[in-house]
């Protein structure tokens, strides 16, 4: 599996927020509330995701954690291509 | 066991189209100068070209042995069985003659029968039970035309086309094979084409691929149907063809026709809903669902037909957005119409075709994506985010496709259909 990044899944999720005229803030502990990521944001970053790896994400193994920061986004999909 | 290859003795006059023009691989010939080929009774003729597809057609207006017309490859090794069992001989047809295989049950013939395989869009294809009149939509007289015949051999739209120009003079047809009709423009103005049937799909691909070429034939009358037509597609006809009569036909191989309307307006008038007419289809809605009682169904079925196909009531007009199985898109407990979407998408002056379904998504369980083709002289070019931000403009939040592919080329199927 061609597994991407954190600094490339940083990278989709910049361009998930461009496309609504929307900023990734350079600290990963900003909140996902605060920069206005909801979920509809999430499913398409975890569908970019997919897209670049060629590979469905499993997203009923580790269940849905609470994500409140852009870090937990990046550390939940780096984790979940592992599955 | 045998194979009977006689044909029955003709017990019907001619049909009145029989001395109709017909261009049939570039070649201008008539229905009554086709060959007359000796074919089983009951068949099911796999035709290898439209010339063989033509013949059978008028064997069977003229004998009326019971017939099932396709090509091979409609029919796959599982169906072929099944016909054979179901005591059709299947029947080869091609420029070196008919090759039958025997039915493993063999069994009268039902004088007249017709038979027409479904498109497959409900899932597999199934034989619906007609007769040459039960098929035949126009009985009216009409102006003399020379038709474009694009479609596959045997299906319902086929035999639309196929039915006109035999039954009434001065309905001429130009028909042209699958590997043709990239070009068929070019053909068409060649041989004097004033009026085409086609799918939305088959109609966005001619614009798309070329639409000058397409502007050079005089067409005077443009038919869509098969699928839902939206209106930018009426739009962009009408553009080109600001003279010829724009109609849209909603029919089917189980309820026949059932829907025509001429306004150039994408939908048909609400006030249709629950009219009844002597000898003419009922059209009512039930939930979301189209329904449909018509005199010209095929055999075994009787009274309201469910069709399958979702309708949404729009500013007066009762739009078919898709099929009820498909077309609904459920975002995080929000329901999308994907017919919808795409009229939004295809709508945009650089879309020239757009394709809107579900993806499985996190948290929200499904998400809307497409598939678009651009126009070729699209300027300027939009890329993702502008596609996305049309649609928000115009959609709910959750109904507005995120993840956009740019295809190159319209796909079609062999019914001219794309998978809507």
Redesign the interface.
Same mark, same amino acid.
Request: no cysteine; hydrophobic share 45%; glycine share 2%.
């Given at each position: 599996m061609n597994e991407l990044s954190r600094a490339q899944i940083r990278d989709l999720m910049d361009q998930?927020l461009?496309?609504?005229d929307k900023e990734l803030p350079d600290d990963d502990s900003a909140q996902l509330r605060e920069i206005g990521f909801r979920? =509809?944001d999430?499913?398409?970053l975890? =569908?970019?995701v997919e897209?670049e790896t060629g590979e469905? !994400?499993n997203?009923d193994a580790p269940g !849905?954690r609470r994500i409140a920061t852009v870090s937990d986004v990046l550390d939940f999909l780096v984790e979940l291509q592992q599955q | 066991m045998t194979v009977a290859t006689s044909r029955p003795a003709s017990a019907r006059p001619e049909p009145a189209g029989v001395d109709n023009r017909l261009v049939v691989g570039g070649t201008p010939l008539t229905w009554r100068a086709l060959p007359t080929p000796a074919l089983p009774d009951p068949a099911a003729v796999l035709a290898h070209t439209a010339g063989h597809a033509l013949a059978a057609a008028r064997q069977h207006a003229t004998h009326g042995t019971e017939l099932l017309l396709s090509t091979a490859s409609r029919v796959d090794a599982a169906m072929r069985a099944e016909l054979l069992d179901a005591g059709f001989t299947v029947a080869l047809v091609g420029d070196d003659g008919v090759h039958p295989s025997a039915p493993t049950r063999p069994r009268a013939a039902e004088p007249g029968r017709l038979w027409l395989l479904t498109s497959g869009s409900t899932g597999r294809p199934k034989r619906v039970g007609h007769t040459l009149d039960t098929l035949t939509t126009v009985r009216g007289d009409q102006p003399d035309r020379t038709w474009l015949c694009p479609y596959a051999p045997g299906t319902y739209a086929w035999w639309q086309v196929v039915t006109l120009s035999l039954t009434q003079s001065g309905q001429h047809l130009v028909v042209v094979e699958p590997d043709e009709l990239d070009d068929w423009p070019a053909v068409a103005a060649a041989h004097g084409v004033d009026a085409a049937s086609g799918t939305p799909t088959f109609w966005r691909r001619t614009l798309y691929r070329d639409s000058a070429a397409l502007a050079r034939v005089p067409l005077r009358q443009i038919t869509l149907g098969g699928e839902p037509v939206d209106q930018a597609i009426l739009d962009q006809l009408r553009e080109v063809f600001p003279a010829a009569r724009l109609s849209w036909i909603y029919a089917s191989s189980e309820v026949g026709a059932s829907i025509v309307v001429h306004d150039g307006r994408a939908g048909f008038p609400v006030e249709w809903l629950g009219r009844k007419t002597p000898g003419r289809p009922t059209i009512t809605v039930h939930g979301d669902e189209l329904v449909v009682t018509s005199p010209y169904h095929g055999a075994g079925l009787a009274g309201p037909i469910h069709t399958g196909d979702r309708v949404q009531l729009i500013d007066g007009r009762v739009l078919i957005t898709g099929r009820l199985d498909s077309d609904e898109i459920n975002v995080?407990g929000s329901k999308v119409s994907a017919g919808v979407v795409r009229g939004v998408l295809t709508g945009h002056p650089a879309v020239a075709w757009a394709r809107v379904t579900g *993806? *499985? &998504?996190? +948290?929200?369980g499904a998400?809307v +994506?497409a598939d678009v083709v651009l126009t070729p002289t699209a300027a300027p070019v939009p890329d $993702? &985010?502008a596609l +996305? *931000?049309w649609c928000?403009e115009r959609l709910p $939040?959750?109904a507005v496709p #995120? #993840?956009i592919r740019v295809l190159t080329e319209i796909p079609v199927k062999e019914t001219l259909k794309s998978d809507v």
């Open positions: 998930v461009k496309n609504q979920s =509809l999430f499913s398409e975890a =569908l970019r897209d469905e !994400l997203f !849905l | 995080g *993806r *499985r &998504a996190p +948290v929200l998400m +994506v $993702e &985010a +996305v *931000r928000a $939040e959750y #995120r #993840r």
